[in-house]
């Protein structure tokens, strides 16, 4: 006899053929990625095709972050050094707050910051925009006419990605820094520009702020990439691109927070 | 000449396309009938390899379209134009930029300027006016979408234009507009079509032969005249509920 959910209805009984499927079903997915990443660098030799639109992309992806990105930073900063002023005050130097916040903007708070402020309004942005083009048709209009929708509009976001987060981070590091210093200054006893900077500098090396861009570069071709591939799989009308959306942002966020703490031994390179 | 030849397609457990075999002529219009559901749609897209077939082949001017290269399935959609069901226009760019993109080759060699004039013509030929170049997709109607979705198709000249429910979600009038400009391009061009369509009337108004596809098979194909005499019934079933009676008959 099937059992019965407390509502009444028959319970689900999940069966060997349904989890083969579904795990079959990931794979044929994995796949697909797997192909469409080929596809992308097959196509990266080619930068007439789309140069232009990745200028584009990055133009329009860098104006709609920044503000956010400013001001994400800025809070992120401005915690750093009065988190960092309330916890060592008294045990250390003043000027340590310089260090601690240099190395939680550089290092994570700078890009990460602005990772997340993109997966919202870019990722979901470009998620959004290929799921509706999949299920009204566009994309196989492209084809239809000769075109190749990875060229037209997956390798132009991949790219403009590419090009546009590294100096969205390097404004975050500055402002980061700077609210980082204002903040401590207000709320730290003693602290002044000079021990800020002093602190600052003694633990800056120049390869965190390569990290730091590197990590940039990164987080963008992600973020770009996996709200393309996401976009592209989207099916099911317009409560199919709503899924879409949220799944590309789910999983673009889990994605760069396990990139970033995968990335931690580069930092030790240097 | 385009030949689908035991074409067989799932999609899950369900089989849509149980083995069709289906030749359309040189310069021929053929109407593609059947109920809603039943993969005639499905089937057009199967010309283009917009989906590949789990058996079967698919001949477009003796390509096999399952097996082409991707040069030779770019080369075989700049002979096909296909006008998708509901226009699929790309809503981002203007009625131009939708033209251009059709009209200029992938790699954007010609100047925008140059193509202009092209797709005015392309519009005229449609009966829109040049001032709708300006104007968005979600700025059109309905009937003025489908319209500029044919333009679209038949920007590269093609030999094949395959219309996917061309006529669906209009209401009459437009759907004649649609129709007489089905037969006025096949005329003008000497393209050979596909027209997928459940209504009957406008199979009959466009179609030289008329196919019905019915539980993933062609049931019947042959001319407006010879499918309405088939005694067979289940092509007489769909006539029939189409139509009303018996002795009803068609629009010419």
């Known amino acids: 006899m099937a059992s019965r959910s407390p509502a009444g209805e028959p319970r689900r009984v999940l069966r060997a053929p349904d989890v083969i499927g579904a795990a079959r079903g990931e794979l044929d997915r994995v796949g697909r990625g797997a192909l469409l990443a ?138 980061g820094m700077l609210a980082g210093l204002i903040v401590g200054m207000i709320a730290i006893d003693g602290l002044t520009a000079t021990e800020f900077i002093f602190g600052a500098r003694f633990y800056f090396r120049p390869w965190v702020l390569f990290f730091s861009v590197i990590k940039g570069a990164i987080f963008g071709i992600t973020i770009t990439f996996l709200a393309c591939f996401m976009g592209l799989e989207g099916r099911g009308g317009a409560e199919g691109v709503g899924r879409t959306t949220t799944s590309a942002v789910v999983a673009t966020t889990v994605a760069i927070m396990v990139l970033d703490v995968l990335l931690v031994p580069l930092l030790k390179v240097a | 000449m385009i030949e689908f030849r035991g074409v067989w397609k799932s999609f899950g457990a369900e089989p849509v396309l149980s083995g069709v075999d289906l030749t359309v002529r040189e310069g021929e219009t053929l109407a593609l009938l059947g109920p809603s559901g039943t993969g005639k749609s499905v089937l057009l897209k199967h010309a283009i390899r917009l989906l590949t077939p789990d058996r079967g082949d698919i001949l477009v001017d003796g390509v096999s379209i399952p097996s082409a290269t991707g040069g030779q399935i770019k080369a075989v959609r700049r002979r096909v134009g296909y006008v998708f069901q509901n226009a699929a226009l790309f809503d981002s760019l203007t009625v131009f930029g939708n033209l251009a993109l059709a009209l200029d080759d992938e790699d954007g060699h010609r100047p925008l300027s140059s193509l202009r004039p092209e797709a005015a013509e392309l519009l005229r030929r449609v009966n829109l006016d040049h001032a709708v170049l300006n104007l968005y997709p979600g700025e059109l109607s309905g009937g003025m979408r489908k319209r500029v979705g044919i333009a679209r198709a038949i920007a590269s000249r093609p030999r094949y234009v395959l219309y996917d429910e061309p006529t669906t979600g209009l209401d009459p009038v437009n759907a004649d507009i649609i129709d007489a400009l089905i037969v006025e391009l096949a005329r003008d061009l000497g393209v050979t079509s596909i027209v997928v369509t459940h209504d009957l009337e406008s199979a009959f108004q466009v179609g030289d032969r008329v196919a019905l596809l019915t539980e993933g098979t062609i049931r019947a194909c042959a001319a407006p005249e010879e499918i309405l005499a088939s005694e067979d019934p289940v092509v007489q079933r769909f006539m029939h509920r189409r139509f009303g009676t018996a002795e009803s008959t068609p629009p010419a």
């Open chain 1, 38 to 175: 080929a596809a992308i660098v097959a196509t990266l030799p080619k930068p007439r095709k789309y140069m232009h639109a990745s200028l584009a992309q990055a133009y329009h992806m860098g104006i709609r972050s920044l503000p956010l990105v400013l001001f994400m930073a800025a809070v992120g900063g401005a915690l750093a050094s009065q988190q960092t002023g309330a916890q060592f005050t008294g045990g250390l130097p003043v000027w340590v707050t310089g260090s601690v916040v240099a190395a939680g903007v550089l290092t994570e708070l700078g890009p990460v910051l602005t990772a997340l402020v993109l997966i919202g309004r870019v990722g979901a942005s470009i998620a959004a925009e290929l799921g509706t083009m999949k299920v009204t048709e566009q994309i196989d209009a492209l084809y239809s006419i000769g075109r190749d929708p990875i060229t037209f509009l997956v390798v132009p976001r991949v790219v403009g990605g590419m090009m546009v987060v590294p100096p969205l981070v390097i404004v975050a590091n500055a402002m």
